[in-house]
């Protein structure tokens, strides 16, 4: 299968004036399409800053990115922007929800900027709200929501997009187990339909339910391994998406 | 992104803080209000006075000749002979004035006497509200008659009518054959204040066979400016003096006076216009703590795809709605407070339609100039940095 994502001797130099701090000092990967990979290590190996580059929040300092073939590190502010538009899912730990928006409308959100006609819009909002089970939760606020539903809301919102990569960084790590259970189930059903997907975890068991586990430490890459079958965790009878 | 989805979005954010939305808007509010009312009662004021004026008679010109100058004119040869000279005018009567007091019972009241002709109540485009004016007998015989104004009525009289009782003025008894019509408005207080008798009969009483001034009508008010100047050179020649007499027509003070009215209104209104300045000041700085505080927000919008310009549309709405929805409630209290002020002084004309539409564009230009720098800081700020506050 065709590589969404490939990088080459991808860099990240932080300067703060004197100081250099290379957050990535040239990784080089690809990841096919459909598969859920996650990327592990410990605190201040990058995995943050990677994710941002691969979600074209950030350019690389050095190196190429690759996303679906086309090479997205040297284009213009507002063409990353309809690159993240379009092609990104993006998952964060915190949820990032707008709160002065229902949870329909911060899913509807992506496409507004897509300048997408409101009823077509909305339908697409509600679809992906049913899919991760919200479906009456569409017209109550952030803050009436508990925290894992909040996080299904903005899967729901990098769903909605139809992109060709979901990025989640650490989207269980503000959650209960059991919450996260929810979220997690909601990725591999993603994962079951045939979507890219990256978590950045620092849960073992979470990484355990993945295709592939990426370790970084101090900006490079130490391990890339496939998750043997006998060895993945599994959440039993998982639905397509 | 469409401009109407930013209003949309814009108002749900405003909606957040209804209270903080609302005391932004104060400015403006206040800002507008002031900037209409303010020029509404300066145009309401500068029309009372014209058409006041025009009421007088635009043909009327009053000589005041300069005891300065050593100009000294008296009835009823210099009427006369001014009338003579200057062809330009049809008609001039003299004004013999003094400060008298006057008597009804027990009733006293200080006032102005003016000795005066028939010709004088049309040249001054007076009226009679009761009785008859000052005849040409009346001045041959020296009749000890009166017609007073409303003022000195209502002083002396009350609510009665003084038409055909006897008042004292300076002790000599004059019987008052009629009342004058008021001048109307504030322009008239000193019209209506007033006591006229036969110049003859003023002259027993004050004293004197001099003049203050006489008036004079100009047979148009083409040939008025004609007129003055005419007089200003017979004075002159007469009297062997630069400036023998003050000569000013109606126009004269017509334009002089509205000129006056409007730099008052231009002066009222740049004050005010001060104050919506301030207004938009203080949108601009509820627009940068919104942004400061809003970071997070803006970084997530632009990590889902928001352009720079939908951000900046977006806030730049955001102080456009407070600024316009400012300027509407001001427009609306600043036109009331027009209103309640233009009928409480009896004056006529409502609210100025070009203030409304003047302080409405420019609160706009308000909300949009002073919002653009929030707004510039809002568009630019990168994405990671701004997710990563709060
Ligand atoms: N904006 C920045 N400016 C300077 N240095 C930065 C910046 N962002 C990250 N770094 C540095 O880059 C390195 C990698 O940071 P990164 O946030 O990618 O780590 P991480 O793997 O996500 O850590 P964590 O597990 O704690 O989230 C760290 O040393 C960090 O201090
Ligand atoms: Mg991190």
Redesign the pocket.
Known sequence: MADVIRVESLKRI?R?GDVE?A?LQGLDFAIPEGQMVAIM?P????????LNLLGCLDRPSAGRYFLGGEEVGRKSDDALADVRNRRIGFVFQNYNLLPQLTALENVELPLVYRGLGRTQRRKRAEDALAAVGLAERRHHRPLELSGGQQQRVSVARALAGEPDVILADEPTGNLDSTSGEEVLRLFLALHKSGRTIVI?T?DEDVALHTERIVR?RD?RVVADDPVPASSRHTLGEVQEL | MMILESMRMAWRSLMMGKLRAFLTMLGIIIGVGAVIALISIGQAATGSVTSQIQALGSNLITVTPMRSAGAVLYYPQDVAWLKQVVPQISADAPLMTGQVTSDYGSQSYATTLMGTSPASLQIQGRKLAAGRYIIASDVTYRRAVAVIGPTVEQQLFGVTSGLGKTIYVNGTPLAVIGVLQSAGGSFGANADDVILTPVTTAEEILGTNQVSSIIAEARSSDIAPLAVAQIEAVMDARFASQNAAVVVSQDQILSALSTITNTLTLMLGGIAGISLLVGGIGIMNIMLVTVAERTREIGLRKAIGARRGAILTQFLVESGILSLVGGAIGALLGGLGATIMARALGWSGGVATNSIVLALGFSLVVGIVFGMWPAMRASRLDP?EALRQG
């Not at chain 1, 605190?43 to 990677?50: E, H, N, R």
């Open positions: 932080y703060m701090v957050a290590g605190s201040g190996s990058g995995k943050s800053t990677l950045v620092h970084l900006g | 990671i």
